[in-house]
């Protein structure tokens, strides 16, 4: 929908307004025609009910208007003298038609001076739950979101069982494109899983003024470009989504408009210069570990490693036995009467173990580990005796990978570690497009600025068109993870279209160590809770200076309370 259909479209919505409610505007003591201008009949239609004219501010809002509808429906018949329970579900479930019934049959008369407070306990309720919904609504959608860190994908700058708040006013909110959605939830509803959006009307990409621009280096939420999935590690069709109920990923951002990037051996240069990351940044890389007498997993847990594989050796185990092992372990590979068990670096719960009546286990410190590490833990281990050398494992240039960008390795023969030198698009840019150039540029011209594209021989066509270059309509960018072996990220799907940008984590309020092995194994993080995301040296937490306000709160908020008791009395 452009801004002439959504034009329209509130034009209709005035006209069902005023044919709905025009009679009612003049037992009000207003008049007729007062029903049918756009805004000004929201703010006359706010003194007919006596509620403030703020409202008719968010009567405009996307999302917050879907709550804010139903309580001026209920309002305006409740003017009217229709306080009936019966009432109140009737305009509801006709999604406020039941005013026409009103306007055109029955003859009310105005309650000018209707008492606005709920007559029941029930009542209050009600209204108090409503206004902190559409609250915590506008808040969530507009100022803060809160997010999870669900993946490693950032590991050790962000950490999985993260709890982070994302600011949107940083970037500028985007303005909801998708206007008839459930409240508070992205896009699915909870323990119903199923959609939580009707995919039209759309309204067109619109975003309010933010403070700064995506600056390079960046940690950055933005709605997954390539997402089509509606629940992950799910196998199903294909599912087309909004963009903003696509999958909320956050990256940091290594490549701005008008950069030209290009990764050599797992570095990213930017305009031939290599990228220097913050001092808050962490990143790892997959590393080949060696120690003739085996590498131990007490010495990559000493160093905080928690990426890589451990192998445990059983010997008469049944087939029942290692069925109950089955959620702990990648793979059971039998051999000469015994079966090695693959498993991640948790290993297998000792109780899970004694569960199975499992007695002959152990693990076996196998001489070759391949393991994530960041320079830190690099450095520690290699001062560790016994162990014999630590490799990065780099894949060479000119080698194809799995699953990169632009998915043509016939002509762009990257991978992971070696990618580029490649153009990350500013809008009004304009590059040539030939049969060479077109891939990395196609996912752009079809998918995220609605052209159609073709090649015909040694041609492009656009739209239809023979065309040898090609202007942008948006700014681009290109985002990884800084677990550089372990994200999906631009290195796999491309470039990240403005439309598609979030916002910025700016604070992590709450952590927790095993986050994706339930709640019962939580752990938390003391020394990550109430820190900030951005800044310069080491993370400090303010978590105690919260719990010093806040205990200051409560002692004073006490006295006070004590002392108007006293006077009272």
């Given at each position: 929908?452009d801004?002439t259909q959504w034009?329209?479209f509130?034009?209709a919505?005035q006209?069902?307004h005023?044919a709905?409610t025009w009679?009612?505007y003049?037992?009000a003591?207003?008049?007729a025609?007062?029903?049918a201008?756009?805004?000004?009949?929201a703010?006359?239609l706010?003194q007919i009910?006596?509620?403030?004219r703020w409202?008719?501010?968010?009567?405009?809002?996307p999302?917050i208007?879907?709550?804010?509808?139903?309580?001026?429906?209920?309002?305006?018949i409740?003017?009217?003298?229709?306080?009936?329970?019966?009432?109140?579900?009737?305009v509801l479930?006709?999604?406020?038609?039941y005013?026409y019934?009103v306007?055109y049959t029955l003859?009310v008369q105005?309650?000018?001076n209707?008492?606005?407070h709920p007559?029941s306990?029930?009542?209050?309720?009600?209204?108090?739950?409503?206004?902190?919904v559409?609250?915590a609504t506008?808040v969530?959608t507009y100022?803060?979101q809160p997010?999870v860190?669900p993946?490693g994908?950032?590991?050790?700058?962000?950490r999985?069982g993260?709890?982070?708040f994302?600011?949107?006013f940083?970037?500028?909110?985007?303005?909801?494109m998708t206007?008839m959605?459930?409240?508070m939830?992205?896009?699915?509803?909870?323990?119903?899983?199923t959609?939580?959006?009707?995919?039209k009307?759309?309204?067109p990409?619109?975003?309010l003024p933010?403070?700064?621009q995506v600056?390079?280096?960046?940690l950055?939420?933005?709605?997954?470009?390539?997402?089509?999935?509606?629940?992950?590690?799910r196998a199903?069709s294909?599912?087309?989504?909004?963009?903003?109920?696509?999958?909320?990923?956050?990256k940091?951002?290594?490549?701005?408009?008008?950069?030209?990037?290009q990764v050599?051996?797992?570095y990213?240069y930017?305009?031939?210069k290599?990228?220097?990351?913050p001092?808050?940044?962490?990143?790892?890389?997959?590393?080949t570990?060696?120690?003739q007498?085996g590498?131990?997993t007490?010495?990559?847990?000493?160093?905080?490693?928690?990426?890589?594989?451990?192998?445990?050796?059983?010997q008469?185990?049944?087939?029942q036995?290692?069925g109950?092992?089955?959620p702990?372990?990648y793979?059971?590979e039998p051999?000469?009467?015994?079966v090695?068990?693959l498993t991640p670096?948790?290993?297998?719960?000792?109780e899970?173990v004694?569960?199975?009546?499992i007695?002959?286990?152990?693990?076996v410190?196998?001489?070759?580990?391949?393991?994530?590490?960041?320079?830190?833990?690099?450095a520690?281990l290699?001062a560790v005796?016994?162990?014999?050398?630590?490799?990065?494992?780099i894949?060479?240039?000119?080698?194809p990978?799995?699953?990169i960008?632009?998915?043509?390795?016939?002509?762009?023969p990257?991978?992971?570690?070696?990618?580029g030198?490649?153009?990350?698009?500013?809008?009004g840019?304009?590059?040539?497009?030939?049969?060479?150039?077109?891939?990395?540029y196609?996912?752009i011209?079809?998918d995220?600025?609605?052209h159609?594209v073709?090649?015909?021989?040694?041609?492009?066509?656009v739209d239809?068109?023979?065309a040898?270059?090609y202007?942008?309509?948006?700014?681009?960018y290109?985002?990884?993870?800084?677990?550089r072996d372990?994200?999906?990220d631009?290195?796999?799907?491309g470039?990240?279209p403005?439309?598609?940008?979030v916002?910025?984590?700016?604070?992590i309020w709450?952590?927790f160590?095993?986050?994706?092995?339930?709640m019962?194994?939580?752990?938390?993080?003391?020394?990550?809770?109430?820190?900030?995301v951005?800044?310069?040296g080491e993370?400090?937490?303010?978590f105690?200076?919260?719990l010093?306000?806040?205990?200051?709160y409560?002692?004073i908020?006490?006295i006070?309370r004590?002392r108007?008791?006293?006077?009272?009395?």
């Amino acid at each position: 929908m452009d801004y002439t259909q959504w034009l329209l479209f509130i034009l209709a919505v005035q006209l069902v307004h005023f044919a709905g409610t025009w009679k009612l505007y003049v037992k009000a003591g207003r008049k007729a025609w007062e029903a049918a201008v756009p805004i000004y009949n929201a703010m006359v239609l706010m003194q007919i009910i006596r509620r403030p004219r703020w409202w008719v501010l968010l009567l405009f809002i996307p999302i917050i208007n879907l709550l804010m509808f139903p309580v001026v429906w209920v309002e305006t018949i409740r003017s009217f003298g229709r306080n009936k329970l019966s009432d109140t579900w009737l305009v509801l479930l006709t999604l406020g038609f039941y005013i026409y019934y009103v306007n055109y049959t029955l003859d009310v008369q105005y309650m000018e001076n209707r008492d606005l407070h709920p007559k029941s306990a029930s009542g209050e309720w009600v209204s108090s739950i409503v206004f902190a919904v559409v609250a915590a609504t506008l808040v969530h959608t507009y100022f803060i979101q809160p997010y999870v860190i669900p993946t490693g994908s950032l590991e050790r700058t962000l950490r999985v069982g993260d709890l982070l708040f994302v600011s949107k006013f940083h970037y500028g909110a985007r303005v909801p494109m998708t206007t008839m959605a459930a409240p508070m939830v992205h896009d699915t509803l909870p323990v119903l899983h199923t959609r939580s959006y009707l995919k039209k009307p759309q309204l067109p990409y619109m975003r309010l003024p933010g403070f700064q621009q995506v600056q390079r280096n960046d940690l950055v939420v933005f709605s997954w470009p390539a997402d089509t999935v509606r629940q992950f590690f799910r196998a199903e069709s294909r599912v087309d989504k909004p963009i903003d109920k696509k999958s909320n990923y956050v990256k940091r951002c290594v490549g701005v408009p008008g950069d030209s990037l290009q990764v050599i051996d797992g570095y990213v240069y930017i305009n031939g210069k290599q990228l220097q990351l913050p001092d808050r940044a962490r990143p790892m890389y997959d590393y080949t570990v060696f120690a003739q007498k085996g590498v131990s997993t007490r010495w990559l847990q000493d160093v905080g490693a928690n990426e890589f594989v451990r192998t445990y050796v059983i010997q008469g185990a049944s087939t029942q036995q290692l069925g109950l092992l089955q959620p702990y372990i990648y793979r059971a590979e039998p051999a000469n009467g015994q079966v090695a068990v693959l498993t991640p670096s948790e290993g297998l719960p000792l109780e899970v173990v004694r569960q199975a009546g499992i007695t002959q286990i152990r693990e076996v410190p196998t001489r070759e580990r391949q393991v994530a590490l960041t320079d830190e833990m690099v450095a520690k281990l290699g001062a560790v005796s016994g162990v014999d050398s630590i490799v990065k494992i780099i894949e060479p240039a000119g080698m194809p990978g799995v699953n990169i960008f632009p998915q043509d390795p016939a002509r762009y023969p990257w991978n992971y570690d070696n990618i580029g030198p490649i153009y990350i698009p500013a809008k009004g840019d304009r590059v040539a497009l030939t049969p060479a150039t077109l891939p990395l540029y196609k996912k752009i011209i079809r998918d995220y600025e609605g052209h159609t594209v073709r090649v015909s021989g040694s041609q492009v066509l656009v739209d239809g068109q023979p065309a040898d270059q090609y202007t942008f309509a948006q700014n681009y960018y290109w985002m990884m993870g800084d677990n550089r072996d372990h994200s999906e990220d631009s290195r796999a799907w491309g470039y990240v279209p403005a439309n598609h940008i979030v916002g910025k984590p700016v604070f992590i309020w709450m952590s927790f160590d095993n986050f994706n092995q339930g709640m019962a194994n939580w752990k938390p993080r003391w020394d990550r809770i109430f820190t900030t995301v951005g800044g310069s040296g080491e993370p400090r937490s303010y978590f105690r200076h919260f719990l010093v306000a806040l205990a200051a709160y409560l002692v004073i908020d006490y006295i006070i309370r004590r002392r108007r008791k006293k006077q009272k009395a």
